[in-house]
């Protein structure tokens, strides 16, 4: 803060850069809700539409890495700004990322769609909505600069990895009961695994926010559970 | 470029920047080799050792972002420098993220040490040294600057979503061959996907030198497969 602060220029330029950040969560949460009804709702035209929208969240990840070097370059921030800005340099990644990972969804369906239905989906869409509003709550975190926010969504963490395993046993019953059902449970399960890594991504976005807050560094402190604890 | 260059002090912390970003890399690549001989000499004290090194790979990861803050607010870089400290704070990420796979890895052996073996694992230590490879060529690339090197890392990972193919399908006739195969088909497949994501992290550091090298992004420009293309 200070003098630099009544630099009106430079406060739209951090304005514009918090707004791309929201705008590229909001498509991202878009991505992930299209992805999961494509597999619950096995709507293969969905999957692709979502597929081809990925395309909007990569320039937008672009378009924002640019704008941090330009603030960086020309004003030259110091302290709050300068985490600010740096560490929106590593939110946008994460974000992309969990992008990414809702193409991967879309991937999985277009698969299953060819398949006769596996079973009904009941936990999954739960587990995808857990974990886009964890992303979601992330991003409330970042603008609201609320630490406390920040930290209740790691804590949110355990409930996607709770969704995962008991989906992974469901499954293994599915393929142990018949070999028929193999394929696609493995199919299913790699749905799964996207979610919860979207969910980690989510845990990611909120470290970086409680150290933008606060200027302490929690990524390895025991906040969250060890690195892909339960997995399958 | 220009008149700071002739600051000894300032190039010192550059260099130091480097030296970290390849002292963290040369972990990240130990705890993949040590990770895969964990899970193919069935290995659990390796996969502990591992694990518990992971803490040094993850606060080399949190010294080296505050080494970026501070040369940033200190020196205020421009051009070339700046592209190469935005890019080393991705960078870190990357490789640290790496590591925790390489954990991940380590939990699965620890897991499939407990029963029997499924079989003799043939392709499983050539993807990991493929994919290991490519971290190496990425942060060789970094060092040299060389853009080519890194485009070279890219089209490698090609090799490693061929092998998970093939360990996948490979584990795919074992499940269908033996219920009783199934739940050690899942981890032994989690391992591959683990190595697989390995080299997309890999591909990801690549993209980052071509862009430090060239001011160019080519990060969604169709130098690589589709994000996860092929999956499982």
Known sequence: MGARHTDREYEAELERLRER????????EAAIAAAIRSVVERDSAMARATIAGDREIDRLEVETDG????????RQPVASDLRFITLALKLVTDLERIGDLAVNVCERAL?????????????LPRMAEAARTMVREALDAFV??????????????????????????????????????IYRATRVQSV?????????????????VVFMVGGQDI???????????KEG
Do not use: W
Not at 21 to 28: C, F, N, P, S, T
Not at 155 to 178: G, K
């Open 192 to 208: 799964a695994k996207y979610l919860e890594r979207v969910g980690d991504h989510a845990c990611n976005l909120a470290e970086m």
């Open 219 to 229: 990524r390895h402190g025991g906040h969250r559970p060890e690195a892909g604890g």
């Open 67 to 74: 704008l941090c070097l330009r603030i960086l370059a020309r």
């Open 21 to 28: 950040i929201l705008l590229l969560g909001a498509k991202v």
């Open 111 to 123: 698969e299953l769609n060819e398949e006769p239905a596996l079973k009904p989906y009941v936990d």
């Open 144 to 181: 609201a600069g609320d630490a406390a926010r920040a930290r209740a969504v790691i804590d949110r963490d355990a409930t996607v990895d709770a969704y995962y395993a008991q989906i992974f046993r469901e499954l293994l019953t599915y393929m142990m009961e018949d070999p028929r059902n």
